[in-house]
């Protein structure tokens, strides 16, 4: 059996957790061998750690986990993200993001993304003409051509590196983007404490995860796609919350966020939730913008 990693909780320190949310064959119980096939795709039998409720602040997260070690030899044979999702439906979605961050008032300085694959919001960002350097973190080399290329041929630095930011002048970005990253990381807090520092006051911070509070949730439990082995930690409007909080932003605003999917995606996707395989069904593609189960929050400096 392999020796995984046995965690406090990530958000307060509190070892007081107590189990919620567990597949019916659980993860710890795996050796780390057979346990890689259940890394990524979709299977008919879920398997992943088991998530527990931090007594101390409420977050959801897994108290047994994979160590960093594992976790590099897990990401360094992953499929690309989302590829059974269109292109168009994934702009959609991202442009989303870029237009709740506008009405926020973007302000002019140095832009910083965190895991944002081959641009989407970056190309945005770009044609606004309101950021002097590109600031980009992205672990996935194959992308990084198509990356540069959205930022239209302004300054910008694309590292792989995840976990230290210091190349990032203090106090010279405006706005910094994390989509669908914060629930994949095993140290959040440090994270976000040090994405804080390369904000300007008043600069933003935008982040988007699962929502381990909606009704998708509740209604497909230990079934919804989120509890899989890829997120040690899932949040909810109050703990994301209180994790920027804590981290140091002074205002946190968070909403349910819209995505857009393909008809025949959704319902395939609804299908294997509730436990059904349609296999090849013809189903329409007609394109649907959601609020399903994520949210997004702004958080300020």
Not at 135 to 142: D, K, Q, V, Y
Not at 158 to 166: A, K, L, P
Not at 233 to 251: H, K, Q, V, W
């Amino acid at each position: 059996m392999a020796a995984y990693l046995q965690r406090d909780c990530p958000l307060c320190g509190s070892n007081g957790a107590e189990a919620e949310v567990s597949s019916d064959r659980r993860g710890e119980d795996f050796p780390f061998g057979e346990l890689q096939p259940y890394w990524s795709g979709l299977f008919r039998e879920k398997v992943f750690f088991t998530y527990a409720r931090c007594g101390g602040c409420g977050l959801l997260y897994c108290p047994t986990y994979f160590t960093p070690g594992q976790l590099t030899q897990l990401y360094a044979d992953m499929a690309p993200n989302m590829d059974l999702v269109p292109s168009a439906s994934l702009s959609a979605t991202q442009s989303g993001y870029w237009h709740a961050l506008k009405r926020t008032g973007v302000a002019a300085g140095d832009y910083l993304e965190i895991g944002p694959d081959i641009g989407y919001i970056v190309g945005h960002a770009a044609a606004s003409g309101r950021f002097g350097h590109f600031w980009l973190f992205e672990p996935n080399g194959s992308v990084h051509n198509a990356l540069a290329r959205a930022t239209g041929g302004r300054p910008h630095i694309i590292s792989t590196e995840m976990n230290d930011f210091s190349a990032v002048p203090v106090g010279s970005v405006s706005v910094a983007v994390m989509i669908h990253v914060l629930d994949h990381l095993l140290d959040p807090m440090a994270t976000l404490r040090a994405i804080r520092i390369t904000l300007k006051p008043g600069g933003v911070l935008l982040i988007v995860t699962h929502n381990e509070k909606s009704l998708l949730c509740r209604a497909t439990a230990m079934r919804w796609p989120p509890f899989c082995l890829q997120h040690p930690e899932i949040y909810n409007p109050d703990t994301i919350s209180l994790m920027a909080r804590t981290a140091g932003f002074s205002m946190v605003k968070v909403e349910r966020s819209t995505n857009h999917f393909p008809l025949d995606f959704m319902v395939h996707q609804a299908a294997y939730g509730l436990g059904l395989k349609l296999g090849k069904l013809p189903l329409p593609k007609l394109p649907l913008g959601l609020k399903l189960g994520n949210i997004q929050a702004i958080a300020t400096r």
